[in-house]
Every structure is written in C-alpha cells, then in structure tokens.
C-alpha cells in the first residue's frame, strides 16, 4: 500500500540553527501538506502546496519557513532559524485532487 | 467553516461496537464530514467520509442524519488496538483544497 515517508525520524537541532524536514508523498498525488502538533495540543495546518506553490497557509508559518519540490519526489519544510517553540511533532500529507489526504509518521524536532 | 463537537473521551469494551457521535449544526451543503484517527502521536490515519449517505469501508460506518447536522461513525468489532484520538472534521477551504482543521477530538479507550 502507498504510503507517505518522513525523514528524520527524530531531528534535535540547536536554537537559532537551520533545519530541514523531508517528505516522500504518495507517488501520484498532487496536493502536498505540511502540519505540525505540539506535544499535548491540537493538530494544526501550516501549509498547502499544489502545482509547485503554496496554494495557502496559517499564520504560524512565517517568513521563518519555506517549503519546496526540490523534484518530483521530495517535499520539504525549511525552518531558518528555529526557536525552541518549534519543538513539536511535524506531519506531512498528501492527496490527490478533492480526495483524502494521507499522513506521514511524522519528524519529531526538538530544539535545545 | 463549519465547527464540530465531540464528546472529549469515551471507553468501549473490546469486541463491542463504538459508537463515537460529532454534532456539526452549521454544517453548509457542500462541505463533507471526515473522520480521522491519531495511535499514541502516530501520523493521522484516515477513516471514512460522508456528505449526505451513510457510508461503509472496512474500517468503519458512518451515518449521517437526514438533516446533517449530526453524524456517528461507527467502529463495529473494537479491538485494542483501535484505542486512539478520534477526529471528526468538516473539510474546509475551496473543493481544489484540502485543509483539514483538527479539534480536540475524542479520546477512546477499548478495554478488554
């Protein structure tokens, strides 16, 4: 069964330092998703992608993140500058179009 | 966007039917009613979804009432391992989209 592979695992990274999470999506999907969940709180949205640009995003993701396509496998999320308020479980999803989304096992970052 | 309530937890004994109801009163005609589940901070795994037919996968049931407002899905043999957060969402954003808006959920716990 396709599924949605997230790399690393488990990410601990220094404050102020650059971080990129990696994303495999389901090979023939088109909508690419980015959400994250700080340990006992709600899952929430960061960023939606489709046709190689963020088609939207929540208020959490600043100037601080970017996402790209690299190629045609890869999804990634680019913190620059990480806080430690950016420790959290981070989820990556995707779907075709006006379908279900499937979600990775998701990188858990921590930042010291 | 349409809100959802759901109870914040419930326990089930194993080998019984679960029966976990979302109330979504402002619920708008073309917006689905999904349901997701999170194990133990694992990816959110989807389950079913409905619009105004009460559907059936191999996972689970989900009945919707006629005038939408409410719905229940129904997981009818719980095992163990179907202890989990429950997510019950009413999708969001234009059709071509896929944000998902996670509550709290409910919390189920299957007891042997």
């Known amino acids: 069964e396709p599924e949605v592979t997230q790399t690393p695992s488990h990410q601990v990274t220094q404050m102020g330092q650059e971080v990129i999470l990696r994303c495999v999506p389901i090979s023939n999907h088109l909508y690419f998703y980015w959400y994250r969940q700080i340990l006992g709180q709600k899952v929430e949205f960061l960023v939606s992608?489709?046709?190689?640009?963020?088609?939207?995003k929540s208020e959490i993701f600043d100037d601080q993140f970017s996402v790209e396509r690299p190629d045609g496998s890869n999804f990634t999320l680019k913190i620059r500058s990480t806080k430690l308020e950016d420790s959290a479980m981070y989820f990556c999803?995707?779907?075709?179009?006006?379908?279900?989304?499937?979600f990775g096992q998701g990188t858990r970052l921590t930042v010291v | 966007d349409a809100k959802t309530t759901q109870p914040p937890s419930m326990d089930c004994a194993e080998g019984r039917a679960a029966n976990l109801p979302c109330n979504h009163s402002?619920?708008?005609?073309?917006?689905?009613v999904y349901w997701y589940r999170q194990i133990h901070s694992q990816g959110p795994q989807y389950i079913i979804h409905?619009?105004?037919n009460n559907e059936t996968n191999e996972m689970a049931s989900l009945i919707i009432t006629e005038d939408r407002k409410s719905s229940t899905l129904i997981l009818p043999h719980a095992t163990l391992r179907d202890t989990a957060v429950y997510y019950c969402?009413?999708?969001?954003?234009?059709?071509?989209?896929?944000?998902?808006?996670f509550g709290a959920g409910t919390t189920v716990t299957v007891r042997a």
């Open positions: 999803a995707s779907s075709l179009l006006n379908t279900e989304a499937f």
């Open positions: 969402i009413v999708r969001v954003g234009s059709s071509n989209d896929y944000k998902l808006s």
């Open positions: 992608f489709y046709n190689n640009e963020i088609s939207e």
């Open positions: 402002t619920i708008s005609g073309n917006e689905y």
């Open positions: 409905g619009l105004k």
